[in-house]
């Protein structure tokens, strides 16, 4: 068992907002990543795909979710499962952003649409 402490988490910052690792195989040795998505206002990440599943809980804020040509206005409490291989884009709330916790299987890898391979994200790694 591992015990990761609040002071061991690993923050990574994108022009879209800040990413908290707080479980990953470099944090803690987990088989699942977990992370905190703190987005800023009216910002969103480019259009991809996962080829593992993620899961999304929103815990403030707002978004509109673009997943596999269909979208969704999201509020706290609610949760999306994101299959792999289906497009998505999350579009940050235009005044407060959102706060959202996450959890995908450890190595995940980010493909562009064009199918180039971008890799595992830091806070997944």
Do not use: K, N
Request: proline share 9%.
């Amino acid at each position: 068992m591992s015990v990761i402490r609040h002071a061991q988490s690993r923050r990574s910052e994108t022009s879209a907002g800040v990413m908290t690792t707080f479980a990953s195989p470099t944090l803690g040795g987990a088989t699942r990543a977990v992370w905190r998505v703190e987005a800023t206002p009216a910002t969103s990440g480019p259009l991809h795909d996962f080829d593992a599943e993620q899961v999304w809980t929103f815990l403030g804020g707002t978004a509109t979710v673009e997943l596999g040509g269909e979208t969704f206005t999201v509020a706290p409490g609610d949760t999306v499962v994101m299959p792999p291989s289906t497009p998505r884009r999350v579009t940050a709330g235009a005044d407060v952003g959102f706060t959202a916790v996450v959890t995908a299987p450890a190595g995940a890898r980010a493909i562009l649409p064009d199918g180039t391979v971008h890799g595992v994200p830091p806070w997944i790694a």
